[in-house]
């Protein structure tokens, strides 16, 4: 391993703990909020607070875009997977669903990234990385499962969920692919998607209740609420997001796939520190379970190390030769 792969690794590595940070407070902010207003609310205004945040970066030179004269259909297919059909499916399918159903089948993310990565990408995982990444689900799976197993039987919320599955995962899938685009292009794509969609569904929405008037004064009525989608925005769709696409384009699909459970784990930390929220034996073997899968994940095994020092003194030898 070179210096400059070293270096990849060390960066792409700290994008996707910030992501995960990020995302992982994600909820209190959330929580604040799904009380008093709609999900389409709150998509609408948080991804158009993204979309003006990363116009801005760009007119401050910030984020450099270059867009024009460029075919745009690979940004288009990774803004169509996430934010669109991703936040779409999930919002309807957790709602469907009981907490234990979504929690489950939305950690198996990781798990379709793998096996869709060979095919896609040429980038087939070795064998620790499958068996650290199905560590992680399982950890991710018995953390969404401590309160107990309930069954909703919506079949239609079944099928919400796993699209939003498909949908995460292909989004790390084709973001690793659009190698031709930089990470801040391709966050500017999703997030302009993201609030062309969720503004136009929000507008019909309130166009039928009569409250077009009450939806574009919300933020400065509610300051609870601004505060809430400046965080969302802000924080976690143009910062998070763009992290996710640099940390993707450094360490590659798998690598980046098993970070996935480490959002939950920051939530369920971040319920215990912020909200006392109990913590039981049963989550702190899930996170467990999740870390060491994530090592596992993303560390080499001695020999492989070793195997690489050889090579690299070897093609040191043969240049100086």
Same mark, same amino acid.
Not at 253 to 270: E, Y
């Given at each position: 391993?070179?210096?400059?792969?070293?270096?990849?690794?060390?960066?792409?590595?700290?994008?996707?703990?910030?992501?995960?940070?990020?995302?992982?407070?994600?909820?209190?902010?959330?929580?604040?909020?799904?009380?008093?207003?709609?999900?389409?609310?709150?998509?609408?205004?948080?991804?158009?607070?993204?979309?003006?945040?990363?116009?801005?970066?760009?007119?401050?030179?910030?984020?450099?875009? =270059?867009?024009?004269?460029?075919?745009?259909?690979?940004?288009?297919?990774?803004?169509?997977?996430?934010?669109?059909?991703?936040?779409?499916?999930?919002?309807?399918?957790?709602?469907?669903?009981?907490?234990?159903?979504?929690?489950?089948?939305?950690?198996?993310?990781?798990?379709?990234?793998?096996?869709?990565?060979?095919?896609?990408?040429?980038?087939?995982?070795?064998?620790?990385?499958?068996?650290?990444?199905?560590?992680?689900?399982?950890?991710?799976?018995?953390?969404?499962?401590?309160?107990?197993?309930?069954?909703?039987?919506?079949?239609?919320?079944?099928?919400?969920?796993?699209?939003?599955?498909?949908? =995460?995962?292909?989004?790390?899938?084709?973001?690793?692919?659009?190698?031709?685009?930089?990470?801040?292009?391709?966050?500017?794509?999703?997030?302009?998607?993201?609030?062309?969609?969720?503004?136009?569904?929000?507008?019909?929405?309130?166009?039928?209740?009569?409250?077009?008037?009450?939806?574009?004064?919300?933020?400065?009525?509610?300051?609870?609420?601004?505060?809430?989608?400046?965080?969302?925005?802000?924080?976690?769709?143009?910062?998070?997001?763009?992290?996710?696409?640099?940390?993707?384009?450094?360490?590659?699909?798998?690598?980046?796939?098993?970070?996935?459970?480490?959002?939950?784990?920051?939530?369920?930390?971040?319920?215990?520190?912020?909200?006392?929220?109990?913590?039981?034996?049963?989550?702190?073997?899930?996170?467990?379970?999740?870390?060491?899968?994530?090592?596992?994940?993303?560390?080499?095994?001695?020999?492989?190390?070793?195997?690489?020092?050889?090579?690299?003194?070897?093609?040191?030898?043969?240049?100086?030769?």
């Amino acid at each position: 391993m070179n210096d400059h792969e070293r270096k990849n690794i060390i960066v792409g590595t700290l994008c996707h703990l910030l992501a995960a940070f990020l995302f992982g407070f994600s909820f209190l902010f959330v929580k604040i909020t799904v009380e008093n207003v709609s999900a389409l609310t709150l998509l609408a205004w948080r991804f158009f607070i993204a979309f003006a945040a990363m116009g801005l970066m760009a007119l401050l030179r910030a984020v450099k875009l =270059d867009l024009k004269g460029k075919n745009l259909r690979p940004l288009l297919m990774i803004a169509v997977f996430q934010p669109v059909i991703y936040y779409l499916a999930e919002t309807t399918g957790i709602k469907l669903t009981t907490a234990s159903e979504s929690g489950t089948l939305l950690a198996c993310i990781p798990i379709v990234t793998l096996i869709f990565s060979g095919p896609l990408l040429h980038e087939p995982p070795t064998k620790r990385q499958v068996v650290s990444i199905v560590l992680s689900v399982l950890g991710v799976t018995g953390i969404a499962l401590v309160k107990g197993f309930s069954s909703s039987l919506n079949v239609l919320g079944y099928a919400l969920l796993t699209v939003a599955m498909f949908s =995460d995962s292909f989004f790390v899938l084709f973001s690793r692919k659009a190698s031709a685009f930089s990470s801040a292009e391709k966050t500017f794509v999703m997030m302009a998607l993201g609030a062309l969609v969720f503004c136009g569904a929000a507008f019909v929405e309130h166009g039928i209740n009569n409250t077009v008037g009450e939806f574009l004064t919300l933020p400065f009525r509610d300051t609870n609420f601004l505060w809430s989608v400046l965080y969302l925005g802000v924080g976690c769709c143009a910062i998070g997001f763009f992290l996710c696409n640099y940390g993707i384009e450094l360490l590659g699909a798998t690598r980046s796939a098993s970070f996935a459970g480490l959002t939950t784990v920051i939530s369920v930390l971040a319920g215990v520190i912020i909200l006392k929220e109990a913590f039981s034996l049963w989550q702190g073997a899930g996170t467990l379970a999740v870390l060491l899968g994530l090592y596992g994940a993303n560390m080499l095994p001695r020999g492989a190390r070793k195997i690489e020092e050889v090579k690299e003194q070897a093609d040191e030898t043969e240049e100086h030769a």
